[in-house]
T-cell receptor, first 112, second 115 residues
Framework: EAQVTQNPRYLITVTGKKLTVTCSQNMNHEYMSWYRQDPGLGLRQIYYSMNVEVTDKGDVPEGYKVSRKEKRNFPLILESPSPNQTSLYFC???????????FGSGTQLSVL | DQQVKQNSPSLSVQEGRISILNCDYTNSMFDYFLWYKKYPAEGPTFLISISSIKDKNEDGRFTVFLNKSAKHLSLHIVPSQPGDSAVYFCAASASPGTGANNLFFGTGTRLTVIP
């Protein structure tokens, strides 16, 4: 089954404790991206990747890192999480930039 | 500044009637528009898209209309069904080479279809 898998679904952590949210897709998609969803702000792009070893900032990249060492994986790294990074995070992939995105089920992150 | 706006946070419609969800954008470089549907505890799923060279695209019960001069698009669902109850996101992007690499999303409209 074609899917985007992100883990964990729920994560509670404390300020400053490094964490990684994993994302994997099995569709051989070149394009992957991370979004965060906040009330009243919709979905905002954090980072995107056009292909392996090619990443770029989206709208709200501050406080986040990503890597794309393999085509299928695109982890989101928070080196020193802060409470304003409490949000619902979605990973997504597509064959190319302007094609429809396939989203993961989301990761609800709470930073205390 | 929100480049894609959905000014109605919620909409309630009777089953069988038409649902019309609206979306406005400010960036004239946008040339590709999409609608996504999101159920609780799930990621958004693609619903329908339209290129700026068209003014209408239809897929079953779903039709998207694009008015480029007004920078406005709308999603029509006819007839509405209870299973259509979800949050609908409008999104827009610009072609490669225009300098914009993002897909910009609106804030979403929660549609409730009343049986």
């Amino acid at each position: 089954e074609a899917q985007v898998t992100q883990n964990p679904r729920y994560l509670i952590t404390v300020t400053g404790k490094k964490l990684t949210v994993t994302c994997s897709q099995n569709m051989n998609h070149e394009y992957m991206s991370w979004y965060r969803q906040d009330p009243g702000l919709g979905l905002r792009q954090i980072y995107y990747s056009m292909n392996v070893e090619v990443t770029d900032k989206g709208d709200v990249p501050e406080g986040y890192k990503v890597s794309r060492k393999e085509k299928r994986n695109f982890p989101l790294i928070l080196e020193s999480p802060s409470p304003n990074q409490t949000s619902l995070y979605f990973c997504a992939s597509s064959r190319s930039k302007n094609e429809k995105l396939f989203f993961g089920s989301g990761t609800q992150l709470s930073v205390l | 500044d929100q480049q894609v706006k959905q000014n109605s946070p919620s909409l309630s419609v009777q089953e069988g009637r038409i649902s019309i969800l609206n979306c406005d954008y400010t960036n004239s470089m946008f040339d590709y528009f999409l609608w996504y549907k999101k159920y609780p505890a799930e990621g958004p799923t693609f619903l329908i898209s339209i290129s700026s060279i068209k003014d209408k695209n239809e897929d079953g019960r779903f039709t998207v209309f694009l008015n480029k001069s007004a920078k406005h698009l709308s999603l029509h669902i006819v007839p509405s069904q209870p299973g259509d109850s979800a949050v609908y996101f409008c999104a827009a992007s610009a072609s490669p080479g225009t300098g914009a690499n993002n897909l910009f999303f609106g804030t979403g409209t929660r549609l409730t279809v009343i049986p």
